[in-house]
């Protein structure tokens, strides 16, 4: 998990800075992978070799917002909802998340690196109980 300090305007033109989160679970990474036959991984390289901008930024937002949550004060749980993306989405702190990440490689590595579990985050590929398929 990973917390993101955003700065942006509310839609009363207030400027507003706020920490989100986002996380994925290992449950989460495996069904990414079983929806894509366990060739996720293998499409997500082929993507950024290829340099197919629409792919990439469709990437770019579906983990943004699959990775979206609010942490339990307790830190037991990350509850995440479609209502939850959905506002977060139509905000201008999901805006400003995804020019930052769209237009810094160091960001967007920081960032796609710190939504996965601690024991995935130094590791150069998902591990094999990941690559089920």
């Known amino acids: 998990m990973i917390k993101w300090t955003i700065t942006f305007h509310d839609y009363n033109d207030n400027e507003i800075t706020e920490d989100f989160y986002f996380g994925m679970n290992k449950a989460e990474l495996t069904k990414m992978q079983f929806d894509a036959n366990g060739a996720y ?39 995440k909802s479609q209502e939850m993306r959905d506002d977060f989405e139509q905000s201008d702190a999901y805006s400003e998340l995804f020019m930052e990440l769209i237009s810094d490689s160091e960001k967007a590595s920081k960032f ?22």
């Open 112 to 133: 796609f690196t710190g939504i996965l579990p601690k024991d995935l985050q130094n590791q150069n590929e998902l591990p094999a109980t990941l690559n089920v398929v």
């Open 41 to 79: 991984v293998n499409y997500l390289e082929r993507i950024s070799n290829e340099r197919d901008l629409k792919r990439l930024g469709e990437e770019f937002r579906k983990y943004i917002l699959m990775s979206y949550g609010r942490k339990s004060d307790d830190g037991r749980f990350f509850r």
